[in-house]
């Protein structure tokens, strides 16, 4: 059965702190592996991983996939009110050539000031 | 450059009734997809369309239908609604591309609650 899992499911830090959010994933015909951000409503993009040992950077964000051991992590350094959210693993199988998203029930990451 | 736009935002309903939900995809892009969200859950996926065929689904009960028109917008039906249904409905939305990867493009969402 195709999972992805991700760990922790509630943080709470204070801003400055930094953090790594977790995922495995089990997915047949692994396409890409993706972060999102949720806040309340939709699901905003962060990034798209396809390659192992590249990391992907934006601001204070960054993430890494290893396609070996099947996870990836998210790191948020000085971390800011404005981080506060749920963040999302998904993984993108493509078992014909339309992909299908799998999701891990989402880190919920509280950020106090 | 709209995004993906979603309506209504918020719908109650009854058990037994019938809903339908609408989605406009982003600008540019041609496949839809239909996620459920239940509270404190990840979405799961429902179906996906693309030149106004269903593709491909998830594991949901034939209850559960859609449809995509000449424009790529796109509905979902659910009938006999269920106190389990209520959930975030999001559309998502990207280009079909053998070649690269594209992300898909999340709409706000329509909050469904069956009373």
Redesign the interface.
Known sequence: EDK?V?SPLSLVVHEGDTVTLNCSYEVTNF??L?W?KQEK?????LF?L?SSGIEKKSGRLSSILDKKELFSILNITATQTGDSAVY?C?V?SRG???????????TQLTVWP | DAGVTQSPTHLIKTRGQQVTLRCSPKSGHDTVSWYQQALGQGPQFIFQYYEEEERQRGNFPDRFSGHQFPNYSSELNVNALLLGDSALYLCASSAYDTYSNQPQHFGDGTRLSIL
């Open positions: 992805v991700q396409r890409s993706l999102y409503k939709a699901p905003t993009f798209m396809t999302l998904a993108d014909s050539t339309l992909g299908r998203l799998y999701f891990g029930r989402g």
